[in-house]
């Protein structure tokens, strides 16, 4: 299929010499020595070969189970290189030094093999057989020894050594970057803290557990040291997580410290619900995580899941509540349905049948009624919840994406995707654009399209951005709204670089005409105002586009007087945990004038940071 459709039928061949071959390699030497051992007998042979398979296999798991790791180097069966949403993958530092290892393994127990044969004929004609078991060895510890210095082995001291910081809080350990500002350091501790105590209650706890919460420079790190780049991730039953560096406040933070708060209600080997104590109800657990998140838009999480209803979009919650069934739906699908199932349960039954359930996994002694009834009753409800028309498109954006068994090439796709970012990165302009559209014509989204164009206006090549951006607005579905409001909103971008701003305004008018989300409304209308004022847009431009000189123009708005001036100021304020400094700006903001978006926003930061202030 792959040689008929649009995958390059080669993609990924170099993964099996370095996956398969070595492990090949490695068993056949074990298999030729035991049967040497037994002198050809085949059922010593065979048991002690399946024996080792299996001795290997449970070293590997409890590596992984004891380890901060989500990747598993296993030197019979192979490599397990990490989350399954992260699908780029690449024959990394730490592959190819580990399947090194495993070919010197297996030079090692052949050379061990010959040896005892030929001891036997006399010491001497042994001494070349000698002498290659000890160069074999002493390249698998080479590569052992390489594996550990670049902190690829995953183990947990030498990751927090290479984080270089740490701070202890009331709930949480933070490992951090060393060169984080302490006071950039101590408000995501204090974040952590009050997040872990908030949800402790939520469940009905009467503490948090002791939470170790790693804090990567990058994505690129993360999955170095630990092997998740795009995903964050929790090992509950070690009450530690892994997520990257970000502004205040966190993205992720609070979904992964559902994971390990929760834990204290699941005992078991995992801390989660699962079948049998090793087979995890996703639906459970990622619900959960969801129902708990703290709304960071516009719209409720069930809002999104009637959206996702009408468009036909939503997936069999009773299944996903299963071990399998979660990941046969797209993952946006899958965790906004699950998350609005599991906080309608909290909501109509309350939190205690809800920690039952957690702690059991069964629906039926937690509530008294099955998980059909359950969903149906959820159903019902749904009925009831209105869908804003900005919903109803951006809904359509962020659900058409499949699952990830059903992406057409789905790791070439990751892979074209992450190089084409790696090569703008280094410079690579043309070479990235080539790779984006690759990705356009194998999947027939219009996205990578519109990063196209991002790329040429980031380069300044602003006509060759617009043909870029009209080619991905041809692209998209006619019912796509929400993505062609950010090409309209692009258009309008590129029109304020050429001092166009009657073209600039109404582009920008226009996409908000369209009831974004309210992060987007924010930059529309942070915009518009910047725009209206002949002083103070030129100066903030650099900034609110993200172009060169974006740092000399937030230095600008410090000193400015004018309300967006301070407002823009107290968000990089906040986000780099800077809250003496923000609670000033964003008084300033909130004494206006501003559109009420940008006010409301102002407002509810200043709240926020007094009350942290207060605590």
Request: proline share 6%.
């Amino acid at each position: 299929r792959a040689a008929l459709g649009p995958c390059r039928a080669l993609f990924g061949a170099a993964f099996f010499p370095a996956l398969a071959f070595p492990s090949a390699w490695l068993a056949a030497a074990l298999a030729v020595a035991a049967a040497w051992g037994f002198r050809g007998r085949a059922l010593p042979t065979a048991l002690t070969v399946a024996g080792l398979v299996l001795a290997s296999l449970a070293a590997t798991l409890v590596e992984a189970w004891r380890g901060p790791a989500a990747f598993a180097l296993d030197h019979l069966l192979g490599v397990w290189p990490g989350p399954l949403y992260d699908e780029a993958l690449a024959l990394d530092a730490r592959l190819l030094l580990f399947r090194g290892e495993t070919a010197a393994l297996a030079v090692a127990v052949g050379a061990a093999a010959g040896l005892a044969v030929r001891w036997r004929a006399g010491p001497r004609r042994a001494a070349a057989l000698a002498a290659l078991l000890v160069a074999a060895l002493g390249a698998a510890a080479a590569c052992r020894v390489a594996l550990r210095d670049r902190v690829l082995d995953g183990d947990r001291a030498r990751v927090a050594a290479a984080l270089g910081g740490r701070l202890e809080g009331s709930a949480c350990t933070l490992i951090f970057p060393r060169e984080k500002p302490a006071a950039a350091a101590a408000a995501h501790l204090a974040d952590c803290d009050f997040h872990a105590a908030d949800l402790a209650a939520a469940l009905g706890l009467d503490a948090a557990p002791r939470v170790t919460v790693f804090l990567h420079r990058s994505d690129e790190e993360k999955r170095r040291h630990v092997g998740a780049s795009g995903t964050s991730f929790a090992k509950p039953w070690l009450r530690e997580l892994h997520v990257t560096d970000s502004a205040l406040p966190h993205p992720i933070l609070r979904h992964e410290l559902v994971h390990v708060v929760a834990a204290a209600l699941a005992p078991g080997l995992l801390g989660v619900p699962a079948r049998l104590g090793v087979l995890p109800s996703m639906g459970l657990v990622e619900g959960l995580a969801v129902s708990l998140e703290l709304p960071r838009g516009a719209w409720t999480g069930h809002q999104w899941a009637r959206a996702a209803r009408d468009l036909g979009f939503l997936p069999d919650v009773a299944a996903a509540m299963g071990p399998a069934g979660f990941f046969a739906a797209a993952p946006a699908r899958a965790y906004g349905a699950a998350g609005s199932f599991l906080a309608f349960l909290r909501e109509r039954h309350g939190a205690g049948p809800v920690a039952a359930l957690y702690r059991s996994g069964d629906f039926q002694a937690a509530f008294g009624r099955p998980v059909g009834a359950l969903v149906q009753e959820w159903q019902a409800f749904l009925d009831g919840v209105e869908v804003p028309r900005g919903l109803a498109l951006a809904a359509r954006a962020r659900y058409q994406r499949p699952a990830v068994f059903q992406v057409p090439c789905a790791r070439e796709v990751a892979a074209l995707e992450a190089g084409a970012w790696a090569l703008a990165g280094r410079g690579r302009r043309d070479e990235a654009c080539q790779a984006l559209r690759r990705v356009a014509v194998v999947t027939g989204r219009a996205g990578p399209l519109r990063g196209v164009g991002d790329l040429l206006a980031a380069a300044g090549d602003l006509d060759g951005a617009e043909a870029a951006y009209r080619e991905a607005a041809r692209a998209a579905p006619e019912a796509d709204g929400t993505f062609r409001g950010q090409v309209t909103a692009a258009l309008a971008d590129l029109a304020w670089r050429r001092d166009e701003p009657a073209a600039a305004s109404a582009g920008w008018l226009q996409a908000a005409a369209l009831d974004p989300d309210r992060p987007e409304a924010r930059l529309l209308q942070a915009k518009l105002t910047a725009l209206a004022d002949p002083a103070l847009g030129p100066a903030v431009r650099p900034y609110l586009l993200g172009l060169d000189g974006a740092a000399a123009a937030l230095e600008q708005l410090s000193r400015s007087d004018h309300p967006l001036a301070a407002y823009l100021a107290a968000r990089q304020a906040v986000g780099r945990g800077d809250h003496g400094a923000a609670v000033p700006l964003l008084r300033r903001a909130v004494a206006g004038p501003l559109p009420p978006v940008l006010a409301g926003e102002a407002a509810f930061l200043l709240a926020e940071r007094s009350e942290e202030r207060r605590v």
